[in-house]
């Protein structure tokens, strides 16, 4: 009996360290790099793509990663998240129609809000957990410093999943891939117009978890875009179940709400 493995879907990263140039090849991306011979890459073998903005793209390369239903996330010359094209929402989630009647609530921002804090809080208290159980304990006084950082000021953070680095970008591309999949939207507004950015505020949650858990691999990779972009790639199954943690956790406290306000 033949037994017929499927291959799993990679993100594909394009640099543009020289000239490139990305089209359309029938059911492939054709990558010609100056001087180098056309590179094909099939899309059902891709998952997502991180470019940067020293990659020229024709319009059937972009529409037929769209097509696939394949995110784009683009780079600045920093290396930081500029952009991203998402293909067309399927068809919507329960969570999604529960997100849209919270934020046309009065203070349906705030209840949003208030999830993203205890999903930090949660986030720290699931790491200390793990640290005491492998026999490493956290002291009293560097947790509470970890929750003055990460809980009160996360707009102060500065570890390097959410810097500018192509690991970002590959973090939101990964959690922008898993949102369209979910049947969710990257982006919300909220009953005084104000954007709420799911897709970030997911990415810069999980960028928080990796960096608790891979402080010492992180400190020692610091600049190495290619030991980050692996440190990531490994930690693939971790992701999936923290997107599908804090998804369902989200989920629930919306219905709560959103039931409370019926």
């Known amino acids: 009996m033949n037994l017929q493995t499927t291959s799993p879907r990679l993100p594909l990263y394009l640099q543009g360290k020289r000239p ?5 090849d029938g059911p492939a991306l054709r990558v010609i790099v100056a001087n180098g011979a056309p590179l094909r890459y099939p899309l059902a073998r891709l998952a997502r793509v991180i470019s940067t903005q020293r990659v020229n793209w024709r319009g059937e390369a972009i529409a037929a990663c769209l097509c696939e239903g394949l995110p ?7 290396g930081e998240p500029a952009g991203y094209l998402m293909p067309l929402q399927g068809k919507p989630s329960r969570l999604d129609g ?11 921002d705030v209840c949003y809000n208030n999830w993203l804090r205890a ?4 986030l720290l208290h699931a790491w200390r957990h ?8 956290i002291a009293e006084e560097e947790f ?14 500065n570890h390097a999943f959410v810097r500018a680095g192509p690991y970002a970008g590959a973090l939101l591309a ?4 898993a949102l369209h999949q979910a049947g969710l939207k990257p982006r919300y507004w909220c009953h005084q117009g104000r954007p709420i950015e799911l897709a970030a505020d997911i990415a810069q949650l999980l960028g928080l978890s990796l960096y608790l858990d891979m402080r010492g691999f992180m400190d020692q990779a610091q600049g190495d875009n290619a030991a980050l972009l692996y440190l990531l790639h490994k930690a693939g199954s971790r992701l999936e179940t923290g997107l599908t943690e804090l998804l369902g ?14």
């Not at 793990?130 to 304990?137: C, V």
């Not at 990964?174 to 891939?177: E, G, I, S, W």
């Open 130 to 137: 793990r640290r005491e159980q492998a026999g490493e304990p």
């Open 119 to 122: 999903a930090r809080m949660s």
């Open 72 to 78: 784009i996330v683009f780079l600045d010359n920093a």
């Open 249 to 262: 956790s989200l989920h629930r406290r919306v219905k709560i709400r959103v039931e409370e306000w019926r």
């Open 20 to 24: 490139t140039q990305v089209g359309a």
């Open 144 to 157: 509470h410093e970890l929750i003055h950082r990460h809980l009160y000021q996360p707009e102060l953070e």
């Open 174 to 177: 990964r959690v922008l891939q």
């Open 98 to 108: 529960l997100l849209e009647e919270l934020l046309a609530l009065p203070e349906g």
